[in-house]
């Protein structure tokens, strides 16, 4: 589930109609993007889910030797847009494995944003000066870094920025009865033995300040023999072949898109195959795969960027050096003599950048699931719900078999919806969302992953 901040960019960038725009998905970053800034990604070792856009603390600017004029001065396009959502709805859930699991519950959900915005374009004479200036002698170490990791670099084009400065809210209440008690409270809460009740309310508040970003384009920077380019034709190209002239920085043909690319023809076999070759290849001894176990579930629980500082050193040659759980993961892979960026490096870095994928709070609720060992029930839910809707690109009900849900009981079955809930899948009604597909193919590989490291 996107967090109030994201909620909000992604119904303003629906509002406004430019599918160029890409919305902003958290505060650090709208506080960071501007035009000319400079943003990294790095392409995912997996076909079914894409890596974030990274914004870097330098320009374009920085980077290209100083004109003797001033760009042109941008297009803007002020606008207001209000936002006001209030939702009531009630549910109930039954398991039978044994005992009776049930609970019913009513959900009142009440949000609000009032945003001034404006759109900020530059025009294409802009670029045209712009690319008559050289880049700097020597060259900059940001392009240094990024050729040798494999990374493409964008550049701003247009943003969509704040005028005032908003207030979003978010306040939600829960009313529950049930047949179970639990422990955490993940979603709710329900005391007691037997028959229980519980309500929660929720209220959050979100101060936007004023010239944040909400949303942006960008193009992508192209570097050949000292020279460079702008892709303007799309804003990604596709790298995934290697290119003959060593000239060529980070070039290729111009990227498929979602719509007729090979993840659109895929269906979820080849998503089960590239998990289980990932797995294979690694070859973890049982010690191996319980000090990784052990060592990334105290890392789920650090803050995301605990996560992709490993990434980044386990991408060092050799790798870099980390203090707490990610220090102590480096440290066992190093006593691999084979090739560990056959096996266990690849296997790692590919369940790292799956979880860069899921939420913080999808964090917190797979620690929970590896703690009460419901990783195997958790993912055949999962492969339940994908399998079958994966070619699926409207919002069609589903339905979950019974026997996938006998294994999770009380607390675990809370936990597991959870995890689909936060993935925007839609539980109640059950409602399969075409946009929740990415986030639950990563959810389904960590799980596999997990579930096999969990074998120790």
């Not at 460079?228 to 990604?236: A, E, P, V």
């Not at 690694?282 to 605990?306: D, I, Q, T």
Request: charged residues 25%; glycine residues 6%.
């Amino acid at each position: 589930m996107p967090s109030m901040f994201e909620r909000t960019t992604k119904k303003l960038v629906k509002e406004i109609g430019d599918h160029k725009l890409r919305p902003v998905k958290c505060l650090l970053s709208a506080t960071k993007i501007h035009r000319f800034s400079l943003i990294q990604r790095k392409k995912a070792r997996s076909r079914f889910w894409q890596l974030p856009d990274v914004p870097l603390d330098i320009s374009l600017m920085h980077i290209l030797e100083p004109g003797s004029s001033v760009p042109d001065a941008p297009v803007k396009v002020s606008a207001d847009f209000s936002d006001s959502v209030v939702r009531k709805q009630q549910a109930s859930g039954n398991v039978n494995a044994g005992a009776e699991v049930g609970f019913s519950e009513e959900t009142t959900v009440c949000r609000g944003s009032s945003l001034e915005y404006q759109i900020v374009s530059t025009p294409h004479e802009t670029w045209k000066e712009l690319q008559e200036r050289k880049l700097l002698d020597p060259e900059p170490d940001i392009l240094r870094q990024c050729r040798e990791a494999g990374v493409n670099l964008y550049v701003v084009t247009d943003t969509v920025e704040l005028l005032n400065s908003p207030v979003l809210q978010d306040l939600s209440s829960v009313k529950v009865k049930g047949k179970f008690s639990i422990a955490r409270n993940t979603w709710f809460q329900v005391e007691g033995e037997g028959q229980g009740g519980g309500l929660k309310v929720r209220e959050k508040k979100l101060t936007v300040p004023k010239g944040s970003v909400l949303a942006y384009g960008r193009k992508q920077l192209i570097f050949y023999s000292g020279e460079w380019g702008i892709f303007h034709i799309t804003d990604d190209v596709d790298d995934d072949d290697d290119d003959d002239d060593d000239d060529t920085f980070l070039a290729g043909r111009q990227r498929l898109t979602k719509v007729s690319g090979l993840v659109l023809r895929a269906d979820f076999k080849l998503l089960q195959e590239e998990v289980s070759q990932t797995v294979k290849a690694a070859e973890l001894s049982k010690g191996r795969r319980g000090v990784v176990f052990s060592n990334l579930l105290a890392m789920l629980r650090s803050p995301m960027n605990a996560l992709q500082d490993l990434i980044d050193k386990l991408e060092l040659e050799p790798f870099g050096h980390l203090e707490g759980p990610g220090g102590a993961i480096l440290t066992e892979l190093r006593k691999d003599s084979r090739y560990p960026e056959v096996g266990s490096k690849s296997l790692l870095l590919y369940l790292l950048e799956a979880l860069i994928v899921l939420s913080d709070i999808q964090h917190d609720l797979l620690a929970q699931s590896m703690e009460k060992r419901i990783l195997l029930p958790q993912r055949d839910l999962v492969r339940g719900i994908l399998e079958p809707n994966f070619k699926c690109f409207e919002n069609i009900p589903f339905t979950l078999q019974p026997k996938l849900l006998a294994p999770l009981q009380g607390e675990g079955l809370v936990i597991t919806y959870g995890l689909l809930d936060e993935c925007g899948l839609k539980m109640e009604p059950k409602t399969w969302d075409p946009e929740a597909k990415e986030p639950l193919s990563a959810l389904y590989a960590t799980l596999s992953v997990l579930t096999q490291l969990a074998e120790a």
